[in-house]
């Protein structure tokens, strides 16, 4: 069976076996405790891109330095994962379907909480992530997708190498990248009709030319 990030896993259920249900609870309540204080309420933003495209370096230097997204709720479920009890790096087949299933009930209580916030995702299953953006959009949040450029096979996998918690095979890294591109570019052709969500490059790029054109001289008339 795959996760949402298009990894195979295993089809048990596990979480009893690794984590009993208090433990997965206060794991919970821990990271709950992160975004009580977060006082921005209904933005969504989504990073999309494959696994090793840069997403985590993203989030770090362009959100979390942010003035105002730095306050912004963040659920990592790679951090998660390392956070939780036993987890060691040639487990990840193990505990990855725990985390993932801890940071799903973590953004249905952000919803719930309408907390701002900002998600890192491969768009592999999206149209999972439709139906996620059309619930945001329901109770009032408004959208919005930052699209990382592509990055060639051979980086993609010389980076995954180089993860630290997650060693995950060539053959999946490279689904993984084959899926994460058809899966952002069905979204885009899917909002070019639906509107579900809006593109922040190309927000930055109107931004910029109204600067431009606020800034331009007027030709002297005769």
């Not at 709950?32 to 840069?54: E, H, N, S, V």
């Not at 900002?118 to 619930?135: F, H, Q, S, W």
């Amino acid at each position: 069976m795959k996760d949402l990030n298009g990894v195979e896993t295993k089809e048990e259920n596990i979480s009893n076996f690794f984590l009993n249900a208090q433990e997965t609870k206060l794991m919970e309540s821990k990271w709950k405790r992160r975004f009580l204080d977060t006082q921005y309420r209904c933005d969504a933003i989504f990073i999309l891109g494959p696994m090793g495209a840069g997403k985590t370096t993203v989030t770090n230097n362009e959100f979390k330095t942010h003035p105002g997204y730095r306050n912004y709720a963040y659920v990592d479920t790679d951090e998660i994962m390392g956070m939780l009890k036993g987890f060691e790096s040639n487990k990840v087949e193990e505990y990855y379907p725990v985390a993932r299933k801890i940071a799903i009930h973590l953004t249905d209580w952000i919803l719930e909480q309408k907390i701002s916030f900002v998600a890192e995702g491969t768009c592999v299953k999206y149209l999972e992530l439709i139906d996620y953006m059309n619930r945001l959009k329901s109770v009032g949040y408004h959208v919005r997708v930052k699209r990382l450029p592509r990055v060639p096979l051979d980086i993609i996998l010389e980076r995954a190498k180089r993860r630290k918690n997650r060693l995950i095979p060539d053959h999946v890294v490279e689904s993984i990248l084959e899926g994460s591109n058809l899966g952002i570019e069905k979204l885009y052709e899917f909002n070019k009709t639906e509107s579900l969500f809006e593109d922040m490059d190309e927000q930055e790029r109107r931004e910029d030319l109204r600067s431009v054109a606020s800034l331009e001289i007027p030709s002297p008339t005769a």
